[in-house]
């Protein structure tokens, strides 16, 4: 997927911000309907920035996901309801462990028309959660590629503690909960 290029007229594409951005990629991956997923910093203040940047705070950015899915497969509605299972919107800055502006809960819209639908959509998700929902709701401004080393890292490093402790439960999740929009193969 070329982050820079828009997606094909026939796919949507969105990005997402909820905690480390392995853990997103490797759920999404495995979604039916997601045609391309790309991990990388969305939103930040200075060009072009790098992981070790990022994880200063001071980017501004926020470790994210672009997705790229066929509506005519998998309706957004579906898409954020993945997103609302796996990871936590109602904390500030924070998804378990991970602490920082960079690990912040975001949707990121590609224009005016999407954001509408984005902030509707969180609007009908707070009934779910008894705290209120902190995800940031906003234009996407600019979006930079993770480095080689941060793609498909699950894939790659399964038993890494990280990946263990924290990526695969959340790919649990999606097989327990939503076993009907999962496939291991997906994008793989």
Request: charged share 20%.
């Amino acid at each position: 997927m070329n982050p820079s290029a828009p997606p094909s007229s026939d796919l949507i594409r969105i990005t997402l911000a909820g905690g480390c951005f392995w853990c997103l990629e490797a759920v999404y991956v495995r979604v039916q309907g997601v045609r391309g997923v790309q991990s990388g910093y969305a939103n930040s203040r200075v060009p072009r920035p790098d992981y070790a940047a990022v994880c200063t705070g001071r980017t501004g950015a926020a470790e994210a996901v672009q997705i790229d899915f066929d509506p005519a497969l998998i309706r957004l509605d579906e898409i954020l309801d993945i997103f609302w299972q796996i990871h936590d919107p109602t904390t500030l800055n924070r998804q378990g462990a991970d602490e920082g502006t960079q690990y912040r809960s975001g949707l990121y819209a590609q224009d005016a028309g999407q954001l509408a639908l984005l902030q509707q959509a969180v609007q009908r998700a707070q009934a779910k959660f008894a705290a209120p929902i902190v995800t940031e709701v906003a234009l996407l401004d600019n979006f930079t590629p993770a480095e080689p080393e941060h793609l498909r890292y699950f894939e790659r490093q399964p038993n890494q503690g990280y990946c263990r402790l924290v990526v695969a439960p959340k790919v649990g999740k999606l097989r327990q909960k939503f076993a009907q929009r999962s496939s291991d193969g997906a994008l793989l």
